[in-house]
């Protein structure tokens, strides 16, 4: 899941990031709204976490606009502004969501991780191939029965390559979707998430690479 985080302060942006991060999402950031649309209109997100107070001014202003245009895109509203009022301002302006700092990190992850299951309801509760189980409410693997002790990482390639299950799924693809903007597009690193997946998933192999192309899951 690709989160775009919009905060003005860099200290608690590297903090949020890094813990972001650390919970298997991909994380871009910005400093203040002007930025952020730019990113938003080049970039699929699946959540935004969105600081109200920035150097341009109050966000929720932007973020009314784009719910008036039908932007979907769950929105986490981070801000010192906690009076009743003020939450209340923010959830009728398009916030889907209101956290007060300061706030526990990992309150911060769960409510993110909320917001994205909730917009991708779309999807079953379990993914499948084969005997590969993937539960999606859980974050739990298993194949054959067995629970599988997946990175975030490889968590996050393999529900694509699921989701997409008997159709190619293209480098650029899983970098765009389960990588941010620190990713190096030249380097390796979808061919060794890719490796580590199918070490993890073992025998008879399910991911296929096609030379050109990308990588398949399905069985042969």
Not at 3 to 27: K, M, Q, T
Not at 141 to 147: D, I, Q
Not at 177 to 194: L, R
């Amino acid at each position: 899941m690709r989160v775009l985080l919009v905060e003005d302060d860099d200290d608690l942006r590297a903090v949020i990031a890094a813990g972001l991060r650390e919970a298997g999402f991909a994380v871009d950031g910005a400093d203040d709204w002007p930025e952020a649309d730019v990113m938003l209109h080049v970039t699929a997100y699946d959540c935004v976490v969105l600081d109200r107070m920035l150097p341009s001014g109050d966000s929720l202003a932007r973020l009314e606009e784009r719910r008036r245009a039908g932007w979907p895109v769950p929105v986490l509203c981070l801000t010192a502004l906690d009076a009743l009022d003020e939450r209340l301002h923010g959830l009728e302006s398009g916030a889907d969501d209101y956290l007060a700092k300061p706030f526990a990190m990992r309150e911060l992850v769960l409510r993110v991780r909320s917001l994205t299951r909730r917009a991708a309801e779309r999807l079953p509760t379990f993914l499948s191939c084969a005997d590969v189980v993937m539960d999606l409410a859980r974050r739990e693997v298993r194949r054959g029965g067995v629970l599988l002790s997946l990175s975030p990482k490889e968590y996050a390639v393999l529900q694509q390559l699921l989701v997409h299950r008997g159709s190619v799924v293209t480098r650029t693809a899983l970098l765009e979707h389960c990588w941010d903007e620190m990713a190096d597009p030249v380097s390796n690193v979808v061919d060794a998430v890719i490796a580590g997946v199918r070490r993890k998933l073992g025998s008879p192999a399910l991911v296929r690479t096609v030379r050109g192309q990308g990588f398949l899951m399905g069985a042969r």
